[in-house]
């Protein structure tokens, strides 16, 4: 399952993300960010890669589905609601990140 995380400027929640679900067997994780200057800018060829597609923030939903609306069809777009105010790896990040991804996600 190919599983893509989306942030704003993939610094921190997007990578951390992908650093997490990179380690769960059977899974392939990758990270961008909705800026134009983010580490990783989000494009058509990474929607097309993933299977599920998980934002942070619903914002982050709404430019996701504007800009990406015919590449979406048959994907599922999850918002999980986690606020820009962790580091990268910090501890309560990952646990959160894991506790709201299991919610859509069968390991």
Same mark, same amino acid.
């Given at each position: ?21 990179? @380690?769960?067997?059977?899974? $392939?994780? /990758? ?14 060829? !990474?929607? $097309?890669?993933?299977?599920?597609? !998980?934002? /942070? ?10 800009? &990406? @609306? ?15 105010? &962790?580091?990268?790896?910090?501890? $309560?990040?990952?646990? !959160? ?6 919610? &859509?996600?069968?390991?």
């Amino acid at each position: 399952m190919n599983l893509l995380f989306v942030c704003t400027e993939n610094k921190l929640r997007s990578p951390t993300a992908e650093a997490v679900f990179s @380690k769960i067997k059977g899974v $392939e994780a /990758m990270s961008a960010g909705t800026n134009s200057d983010a580490c990783t800018p989000l494009s058509g060829d !990474l929607i $097309e890669w993933a299977d599920v597609v !998980l934002v /942070m923030e619903k914002f982050h939903k709404t430019v996701v589905s504007k800009k &990406y @609306k015919a590449l979406l069809k048959g994907k599922r777009l999850v918002c999980l609601d986690v606020p820009d105010n &962790y580091t990268y790896m910090q501890p $309560e990040l990952v646990t !959160l990140l894991k506790s709201k991804v299991s919610r &859509y996600i069968r390991f």
